[in-house]
């Protein structure tokens, strides 16, 4: 099966959009990774959620593990400070997450491939115009979508 019939749409952010905003989408839809596009439409970046969590976490409490203990849900207020004011482009992660893709024709095994390689749970598919410049988002493949076919291909054999 091709990338562009397992692409289904997945809720994204831009650059320019309120960080506190990305957090609620990706809480609220129990999403694994954040899908960031710029402002013409073009994925920006692909953060798994882990990584996102890890930007609400102080610096001192990452090199100290065992503050970690002591800090309890009362100092959530301070999490959420370092949201506030800031777009998404100024939270992200200082290491960039390029957004793996691929082509509307990849099969399931480049796509896996893909997602091994860049440990991030989901690829978009991109359509690139007739040109070969700037690609337009068909959707994305999820680490979940992919095991379902998987799973549903093997049960066919």
């Given at each position: 099966m091709s990338a562009r019939d397992l692409a289904e749409p997945y809720p994204h952010v831009t650059t320019d959009d309120a960080a506190v905003d990305a957090v609620r989408l990706l809480a609220g839809q129990n999403l694994p990774a954040l899908l960031v596009l710029d402002t013409d439409g073009i994925p920006y970046a692909a953060v798994p959620g882990s990584q996102l969590v890890r930007q609400l976490v102080?610096?001192?409490v990452m090199e100290d593990p065992l503050l970690a203990a002591v800090i309890d849900d009362r100092h959530a207020d301070a999490l959420a400070e370092a949201l506030a004011g800031k777009t998404v482009a100024e939270w992200?992660?200082?290491r960039t997450f390029k957004p793996p893709y691929v082509g509307p024709?990849?099969?399931t095994m480049q796509i896996a491939?893909?997602?091994a390689r860049t440990h991030v749970p989901?690829?978009?598919v991109i359509e690139r115009d007739?040109?070969?410049g700037q690609g337009r988002l068909l959707g994305v493949v999820s680490a979940a979508a992919l095991m379902r076919h998987l799973l549903e291909a093997g049960g066919r054999a």
């Open positions: 102080p610096e001192y992200l992660p200082r024709d990849a099969g491939a893909t997602m989901l690829v978009a007739s040109t070969g």
